[in-house]
Nanobody
Framework: QVQLVESGGGLVQAGGSLRLSCVAS????????MGWYRQAPGQQREHVAD???????NYAFPVKGRFTISRDNAKNTMYLQLNSLKPEDTAVYYC??????????WGQGTQVTVSS
């Protein structure tokens, strides 16, 4: 019932940029808290950023000032703009939705690889 489809990952050089997208079913984006986690091989999944239904944003310290989370309610899409990328940002990035009705529900993930 809850569907999250991610895209936008790829291979970039250090200092480059990517824009990740997460297209959700229904009115998920406008009505629920959403965000992004990432996971590198051999490491735990870590929080990256989130945005509440009211529009409040929160960022993990390692990405603060470089990443920007946003949403387009009309397109039912959440975005993560990744700027000034570092090799340490290499990971699979997952979008999620967390509502009072259930969750978290996860997308399939999109690979971000940053070369030096």
């Amino acid at each position: 019932q809850v569907q999250l489809v991610e895209s936008g990952g790829g291979l970039v050089q250090a200092g480059g940029s990517l824009r990740l997208s997460c297209v959700a079913s229904g009115n998920i984006v406008s009505n629920n808290d959403m965000g992004w986690y990432r996971q590198a091989p051999g490491q735990q999944r870590e929080h990256v950023a989130d945005i509440t239904r009211g529009g409040t944003t929160n960022y993990a310290f390692p990405v603060k000032g470089r990443f920007t989370i946003s949403r387009d309610n009309a397109k039912n899409t959440m975005y993560l703009q990744l700027n000034s990328l570092k090799p340490e940002d290499t990971a699979v990035y997952y979008c999620y939705v967390l509502g009072t009705w259930g969750g978290p529900y996860w997308g399939q993930g999109t690979q971000v690889t940053v070369s030096s």
